[in-house]
């Protein structure tokens, strides 16, 4: 834990109070267009989120894999509702002066209406941003057909227009047994012209696929690190074109595994070492809220 209480910033209850929707969509709009790529972590409850706000991150975003495994499900399309993924991040938005996007999944309906319900329901929980997918969740037929998959974006784009929100469309073919570059490219390049503030596509091979899709496309890329054994410094990754990066559920993974060698340390070597790389109480209650109830009951 060395350093760890100079480098962390305590939230500011006052500032999350002023912070304006509005506000907070123009900070995190200008983050795209500086010259250097940002990180934005991904926690998956309101805790997580007033940790990485105090260690100094400057936008964060909802995983559904982290919400997902928090609440004992898997991370699939039939796992998780809208409704209680839009309150998972509202809770998350609740908790932070910080800009927050979502992971909504597939728009959590196959149809573009449904979509562009998924967008008007989470513009009103604080969110200024969200990403729709375009798989399907059906293992035999995994990526929606061209056509339907931009009408989706373009659905979404127009719940979108006019409101502080800003959309995140992702083309998910590597992540689904489609390893085809090209077919990538053309969705992005389809999804922005259909309105699309921000491109994705996890599951990029290596750097110089990553490199391509920002040379060929017009807005700006986010690229999700920590899922594959391919790891790429920020630097690497801005000067490759990149001007935002997430980490998905991998945060939610590690302190997963930190849990997991904790209790295998115990159970089989009845020894409490894991205690010394365990954050201090009095810093882990510095990061969450001042909250007093007048009643308990």
């Keep these: 834990m060395g350093g760890f209480l100079e480098q962390a910033r305590w939230p500011d209850e006052r500032s999350a109070m002023s912070q304006s929707i509005e506000q907070k969509y123009e900070r995190f709009r200008?983050?795209?267009?500086?010259?250097?790529?940002?990180?934005?972590?991904?926690?998956?409850?309101?805790?997580?989120?007033?940790?990485?706000?105090?260690?100094?991150?400057?936008?964060?975003?909802?995983t559904s894999a982290g919400y997902a495994f928090s609440v004992g499900k898997r991370d699939s399309f039939a796992g998780l509702a809208r409704g209680e993924v839009l309150a998972n991040a509202r809770a998350v938005v609740e908790a932070t002066e910080l800009p927050v996007s979502a992971d909504l999944e597939d728009g959590f309906d196959a149809s573009p209406e449904g979509c562009a319900r998924t967008i008007d329901q989470a513009s009103r929980t604080g969110l200024i941003g969200g990403s729709i997918e375009d798989a399907t969740g059906d293992p035999d037929d995994p990526i929606h057909e061209f056509g339907l998959a931009v009408e989706r974006i373009?659905?979404?784009?127009?719940?979108?227009?006019?409101?502080?929100?800003?959309?995140?469309?992702?083309?998910?073919?590597?992540?689904?047994?489609?390893?085809?570059?090209?077919e990538t490219i053309k969705r992005l390049q389809a999804f922005s012209e259909a309105g699309a503030d921000v491109l994705y596509a996890p599951?990029?091979?290596?750097?110089?696929?990553?490199?391509?899709?920002?040379?060929?496309?017009?807005?700006?890329?986010?690229?999700?690190?920590?899922?594959?054994?391919?790891?790429?410094?920020?630097?690497?990754?801005?000067?490759?074109?990149?001007?935002?990066?997430?980490?998905?559920?991998?945060?939610?993974?590690?302190?997963?595994?930190?849990?997991?060698?904790?209790?295998e340390e115990v159970r089989d070597s009845?020894?409490?070492?894991?205690?010394?790389q365990a954050i201090p109480d009095r810093i882990i209650s510095a990061m969450m809220a001042p909250v007093k109830r007048a009643t308990r009951i």
């Design 30 to 62: 200008a983050l795209h267009f500086n010259d250097h790529a940002f990180v934005m972590p991904n926690p998956w409850d309101a805790g997580t989120a007033r940790i990485l706000s105090a260690l100094g991150f400057e936008a964060l975003a909802t």
């Design 154 to 182: 373009r659905a979404a784009a127009e719940a979108a227009r006019d409101r502080p929100f800003m959309l995140t469309a992702r083309a998910e073919n590597w992540l689904w047994g489609r390893p085809d570059l090209d």
């Design 270 to 276: 009845g020894t409490f070492t894991y205690a010394e």
């Design 203 to 263: 599951g990029l091979p290596d750097l110089e696929a990553v490199r391509a899709v920002c040379r060929e496309v017009d807005k700006p890329v986010n690229v999700v690190m920590g899922l594959q054994r391919a790891s790429y410094t920020v630097d690497a990754l801005s000067e490759a074109g990149v001007k935002r990066i997430s980490v998905g559920g991998s945060f939610a993974r590690a302190a997963l595994g930190a849990l997991v060698r904790a209790a």
